[in-house]
């Protein structure tokens, strides 16, 4: 019973935020407030409230990396900490919240809210297709076990920021932004340096939250 009134329940929600846009279309603001809203409601349904808020709050660590902007020296294409943040979601929130989160984050984006970097939005930025990435990041970067190396995250972290890099040079030459001969020069290689030191970051600072986390170890007794 309690499963099928989950159901019922997200299907009426579900339904109000189909029709939501169209009820207000006087306001599109109000109207992608209130659909994100009715999504994240239907999300508390189904995964419980400890769930969703997991992922509401890999979607805010998401929203942080978007302010991180850092200019690289001889490179014209500015270093955030978007999927550094997606990345390290997954290690402290785990992969289902990380990968809900960033999904969250994209939804919201291509809504229109402003929270890419630099303030942007919307699916005609160039960024677009590097969101659309991120929950793809998000699933790949996760480690199966609690007491993964810093190595092996940073590889994990590497793998992932490439499969986001992957999918946004794909939808960036499908929208005719950029030809297919120079995908790779200035599509995915400019992200390279960048990719690579936020992988380094999150293994980096996958120490001391290990730490932090690691469950208090008992005194060592004398013989």
Do not use: D
């Not at 929270?115 to 969101?131: K, M, N, P, R």
């Not at 920021?161 to 995915?188: D, E, K, L």
């Not at 340096?193 to 600072?205: D, N």
């Amino acid at each position: 019973m309690a499963v099928a009134l989950r159901f019922a329940a997200l299907g009426g929600l579900a339904a109000a935020a189909t029709a939501l846009p169209t009820a207000a279309a006087t306001s599109p603001s109000t109207a992608a407030a209130a659909q994100v809203s009715c999504l994240v409601l239907c999300g508390a349904v189904v995964g419980g409230v400890g769930a969703c808020a997991r992922s509401v709050g890999a979607c805010a660590l998401v929203m942080g990396g978007a302010r991180v902007r850092v200019t690289l020296p001889r490179s014209a294409l500015p270093l955030t900490g978007q999927t550094a943040a997606v990345c390290l979601a997954t290690l402290v929130l785990g992969r289902t919240a990380a990968t809900a989160g960033s999904a969250l984050y994209a939804a919201l984006a291509l809504l229109g809210f402003p929270i890419l970097a630099g303030g942007q939005s919307g699916l005609t930025v160039a960024a677009a297709g590097y969101v659309l990435g991120f929950p793809l990041c998000a699933w790949l970067a996760a480690n199966e076990t609690a007491t993964a190396s810093p190595l092996h995250i940073f590889g994990r972290s590497v793998i992932a920021q490439a499969a986001c890099v992957a999918v946004g040079a794909t939808w960036s030459v499908a929208r005719g932004a950029t030809p297919p001969a120079a995908v790779w020069a200035r599509g995915a290689r400019p992200f390279l340096p960048g990719l690579l030191m936020k992988a380094a970051c999150v293994a980096a600072l996958s120490l001391p939250y290990r730490w932090l986390t690691s469950p208090a170890r008992p005194p060592a007794t004398s013989a």
